[in-house]
Nanobody, 124 residues
Framework: QVQLVESGGGLVQVGGSLRLSCSAS????????MGWFRQAPGKEREFVAA????????YYADSVKGRFTISRDSAKNTVYLQMNSLKPEDTAVYYC?????????????????WGQGTQVTVSS
């Protein structure tokens, strides 16, 4: 059974940083692409970042490009989202997701497994 568990969320002031972690179990983690999505109150879930199976292909939403960095450590079965220069509009529940193929996607419908989410709140 595949399980994804996010951690690292919390309350941070504008301009601050957080690093989210997603620990994966139940499959050969290094074989699959991973992604981060977020959902703000009253809004639909949206793509944030994705990484391919090897870690050398990374993709970002325009709204986070230059501020967020996605990475993975296959030895630890963990994917990270480093978030810098946080803004109030980054406030959301952040979800980790896994595909069943090597290539990442910005489309949430193409992800097969999801974590429970972790809350990020950016206060001004």
């Amino acid at each position: 059974q595949v399980q994804l568990v996010e951690s690292g969320g919390g309350l941070v002031q504008v301009g601050g940083s957080l690093r989210l972690s997603c620990s994966a179990s139940g499959r050969t983690f290094s074989t699959y692409a991973m992604g981060w999505f977020r959902q703000a109150p009253g809004k639909e879930r949206e793509f944030v970042a994705a990484i391919n199976y090897s870690g050398n292909g990374r993709y970002y939403a325009d709204s986070v490009k230059g501020r967020f960095t996605i990475s993975r450590d296959s030895a630890k079965n963990t994917v990270y989202l480093q978030m810098n220069s946080l803004k109030p509009e980054d406030t959301a529940v952040y979800y980790c997701a896994s595909r069943s193929t090597v290539a990442p996607s910005t489309d949430e419908k193409l992800y097969d497994y999801w974590g429970q989410g972790t809350q990020v709140t950016v206060s001004s």
